[in-house]
């Protein structure tokens, strides 16, 4: 077989499966967003975004909510109100909030991670929790905050699991704060309210650009006490938006429209991974909700990867390789796929 190199651009993207941030607005959301009723959202005048977070704290169980530009934001946000100069918080070594922000904490928080190995579940086993939270020791940073992630790499945390290590944290005086970008996907795989998800933690980071569609976006919810302290961590970080209420409307929008269709995502996930595992070159792991990680066979990965690339069909990886699905890939989406995919491994029926 000789294709072009890996770099080789498509032609044209038919399919972009490398993450469920690659949505568009919808011709709808377009219009629910010029539509909307804007003010200076640093003068307290938007209306549209204190609906936005309003909605999002009654559908998570909180108090009140605070909009960010991002969730990346939202996460440094809520470790740097939870945590002071030299304090601490517990974090997976995969955890967004750890790994993939840049370091956030530690550079603009003075905040120290204390990075654990997951469990294959996703979880951070409770005996290494434990005993990681220091001693009241002055040679120690001050144990102040437990971050969890779900979902985390597209799995679910087990809720006993989660219920066991609120009880632990709340044991021994720490706060908790979940990292729930896709709390969504976790929701709708355990067939539970968002709210049953986000239940007994301090604070939430939602995304509303990720499975939900939204151009941008995330709400922080909590307590009101938390949320304006928050506010003045925000405002410092440059994320105080002025007229907000038009990226706030598409997450309304979002909320409306795209939550109650986020289990589609999870049957489409589910559709291609069985449709990818009939070929023996292709290992998928269990699906749990959006994402799919597969093993390509070594002897034809790169191959493949440039193949997918040509047809229009964009991945993550290589050898290892993350698809995941999300509103702008329907189920015919996933059937053209699998057809390219078989014409690659039998090239009579290109
Ligand atoms: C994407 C993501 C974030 C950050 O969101 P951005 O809006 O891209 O900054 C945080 N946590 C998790 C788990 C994510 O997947």
Redesign the pocket.
């Known amino acids: 077989m000789s294709y072009p190199t890996a770099s080789a651009t498509p032609q044209r993207v038919l399919y972009d499966f490398r993450s469920d941030?690659v949505t568009r607005p919808t011709p709808a959301m377009l219009a629910a967003m010029a539509a909307a009723e804007v003010g200076d959202d640093v003068w307290g005048d938007d209306y549209t975004v204190q609906a936005l977070e309003a909605e999002t704290a009654e559908l998570t169980g909180f108090e009140a909510g605070l909009f960010l530009p991002?969730?990346?934001?939202s996460?440094l946000v809520a470790l740097m109100t939870h945590c002071q100069r030299g304090d601490e918080y517990l974090v997976g070594q995969l955890a967004?909030?750890y790994r993939w922000e840049g370091g956030g904490a530690a550079v603009l928080g003075s905040i120290q991670p204390q990075p654990l190995e997951h469990a294959a579940d996703g979880s951070l086993p409770l005996d290494q929790l434990e005993a990681a939270i220091k001693p009241d020791d002055p040679h120690f940073a001050r144990t102040r905050l437990l971050a969890l992630?779900n979902t985390i790499g597209g799995k679910v945390l087990p809720p006993a699991y989660v219920a066991d290590a609120l009880a632990l944290a709340r044991r021994h005086g720490l706060a908790t704060h979940l990292?729930g970008?896709?709390l969504w996907n976790a929701a709708a795989a355990l067939g539970v309210a968002p709210a049953e998800v986000a239940r007994g933690f301090d604070s939430v980071?939602l995304?509303l650009?990720?499975g939900l569609g939204a151009p941008v976006g995330?709400v922080l919810v909590g307590r009101k006490d938390f949320l304006s302290q928050a506010r003045r961590w925000r405002k410092m970080l440059g994320g105080g938006m002025r007229q907000a209420g038009l990226l706030a409307e598409a997450g309304r929008h979002a909320l409306r429209h795209h939550l109650p269709r986020i289990g589609e995502d999870h049957v489409n996930a589910r559709l291609l991974a069985e449709g990818l595992s009939r070929f023996a070159a292709l290992t998928v792991a269990p699906v749990q909700t959006n994402m799919l990680f597969v093993s390509v066979d070594p002897a034809i990965a790169a191959d493949f990867a440039v193949y997918l690339r040509q047809q229009g069909v964009l991945i993550s990886g290589v050898a290892q390789q993350r698809w995941v699905t999300h509103l702008d890939v329907d189920a015919a989406a996933i059937a053209a796929t699998l057809r390219l995919v078989e014409a690659f491994f039998d090239p009579a029926k290109r």
């Open positions: 941030t991002s969730g990346t934001q996460n967004h909030c992630e990292d970008a896709r980071s995304c650009s990720k995330s």
